[in-house]
Each structure stands twice: as structure tokens, then as C-alpha cells.
């Protein structure tokens, strides 16, 4: 019994996107018409790949594996393209980051856009465990993590390293210090960003070393709120020296015993290193023979 590609194809959109209305827009089909090659599917194999209600649709067990199997095919299908059109020497295509920060790699996107017109950059943030996910499900080329790692399944390179510093709003009683000690956060209210974050991760692994106790006063997603919170007075922030950029506004403090670094680290699946546009952009960052 045949698996019909267009079925398969309206499936990945909605499990990816999680409604129906957004798989249309993606497919340039009508709602119905996804809706309607989803269903046969489903009965095609008498099987029930997604849970729906009014509001949204949720994959199944069974759905969730049939994703995982998609996610490569499709993969595998880009890369099909890719090589048949390599000829055009990367005059058309697509490369999607999954960053943190996009300033780290700011300076290679524009080499790699400057070198190769015609492909479309697309990036997409989140938090380090966001950002993995979303390469090892085949939503993005590379991802920027806030963490060293080692994996045989990726390609990887530290793009920077760094401490980590806390700010203040210029109204903030400590905007008069140069510096803090880790024992001036006990108990201080901090803005801190999501569960997932390096940044918290290791800040609170060194508060709990030192017997500390981390005080959150607001929780935010994504860098930018932080600090929208911190200049509005809400609490102490903190983050990599590096992501402070021009940012105003804010006093910034080093934390004198604070020795962990924060690593920036680019990585894509070694699997799709082959890829010619992958391939393209990892020599852009200085990467040469990692596929081999």
C-alpha cells in the first residue's frame, strides 16, 4: 500500500506548524483541501494522527512518530535539490539559524549574503534547548548554543567565550559600583530569562555552589525583554559580556568571582555537512574539511 506524497506532504505542514490554516498558507492550498488530504490519509491506513479541537490539533503517539520520519524525508528531499541544482553555483536556496544571539554571527551572515546574493537567510530564536531542538527536528541548517558541546552526530565551532556581567538600570541604587560579588545576588531580585536558558542554567548552578539563593522577581522569554524589565527597574540582570552590544540605559557590573565563561558554539547535524549550501556557509565561519 503506496503512502501518497501529497498526503504525507499536507501531514508535515500541519504537525510542524500546528494548525491547519498555517500548513495551507505554507502549501498555497485551502484549509479544506489540507484538511481533506489529512484525512485520508488517516483513514487510507485507518489510523488517527492528530487529536483536534476547535482551537488546535495535537499529534498522537503514532502522529509524533510518522514526524520524526517525515522530517528526514523532506530533509533528505532538499538536499536532493540542492545537488541537482548545484550548477547554478548557489544562486537560488534557503539557510535557516537557529540563534540565541544573532550578534555572534552577524558578521559571517553578511559575508556569506555579500558572497551568495541569491540565498534567502531566514532566523529564527529561541534559547539553547529551543535551538537544538529545532536543528535535530530538521527546522533549521545550524544552531548558535550557549554551551560547549560534544556530539559525533554534529559539527561544531566556538564562535566566542566569554564571562558573564549583571546590569542595572542607571536609576538602580548599584549604578554607583564597579562590580559585585556573587553573594550580592542572594536573595536580590533578579529578571532572569525561561528554563532552557545557559545564562540562568549557569548562573544558578554557581549560586547553589556557593549555597546562594537566587531570588526571581520576573521571568521573561528572550533576551530583549530582559532587558526592557531591568530599564524599567524590575530587578538585576544578567548576561553574557558579549550580548551587550551599545545596549543604554543600563550600568553594567562585572561579577569579580564568577569564573564559568559563557561559549557560543555553532553547529549544524554532520549528516547534512555535505550540503552544498551548508558547506558554503561553514567556510564563510572558517570551517573547512569538516565533512570528511
Keep these: 500500500m503506496s503512502v501518497s ?10 504537525a510542524v506548524h500546528g494548525n491547519f490554516t498555517r500548513a495551507a498558507e505554507q502549501l498555497c492550498l485551502s484549509q479544506p483541501a489540507v484538511s481533506d488530504q489529512v ?5 487510507r491506513f485507518g489510523v488517527l494522527l492528530f487529536n483536534r479541537n476547535k482551537r488546535s490539533v495535537q499529534l ?19 538536499e536532493a535539490e540542492e545537488l541537482l541544482t548545484s550548477s547554478r553555483a548557489l544562486q537560488s536556496g534557503s539557510l535557516t539559524l537557529a540563534v540565541d544571539a544573532p550578534m555572534h554571527l552577524l558578521p ?17 530564536t529561541g534559547n539553547t534547548d ?4 529545532r536543528l535535530f527536528d530538521y527546522q533549521a541548517d545550524f544552531a548558535v548554543l550557549g554551551r560547549p558541546v560534544d556530539d559525533e552526530r554534529l559539527i561544531a565551532h566556538v564562535l566566542s567565550s566569554g564571562p558573564l556581567v549583571a546590569f542595572v538600570a542607571d536609576a538602580h541604587p548599584w549604578a554607583g559600583r564597579d562590580s559585585i560579588y556573587l553573594a550580592d545576588l542572594h536573595q536580590t531580585p533578579l529578571v532572569l530569562r525561561e528554563q532552557g536558558s545557559m545564562t540562568r542554567q549557569m548562573l544558578e548552578d554557581e549560586m547553589h555552589r556557593l549555597h546562594l539563593e537566587t531570588r526571581t522577581a520576573i521571568e521573561v522569554e528572550g533576551r530583549e525583554a530582559v532587558f526592557e524589565m531591568v530599564v524599567a527597574g524590575l530587578g538585576v540582570g544578567i548576561v553574557s559580556a558579549a550580548e551587550l552590544g551599545s545596549s543604554r540605559g543600563v550600568h553594567v557590573l562585572p561579577i569579580l568571582d564568577f569564573e564559568p565563561r559563557m561559549t557560543e558554539t555553532l553547529v549544524c547535524l554532520r549528516e547534512q555537512g555535505a550540503r552544498r549550501v551548508m558547506g558554503a556557509f561553514l567556510e564563510v565561519v572558517g570551517i573547512k574539511g569538516a565533512t570528511s
Design 5 to 14: 506524497q501529497a498526503q504525507l506532504k499536507a501531514f508535515h505542514a500541519v
Design 108 to 124: 559571517y551572515i553578511a559575508r556569506f549574503c555579500e558572497r551568495y546574493p541569491g540565498i534567502r537567510v531566514s532566523l529564527v
Design 130 to 133: 529551543e535551538s537544538l531542538r
Design 39 to 43: 484525512r485520508k490519509l488517516e483513514e
Design 60 to 78: 498522537t503517539e503514532l502522529g509524533e512518530r510518522l514526524l520524526a520520519i517525515t522530517q528526514r524525508l523532506f530533509a533528505a528531499e532538499r
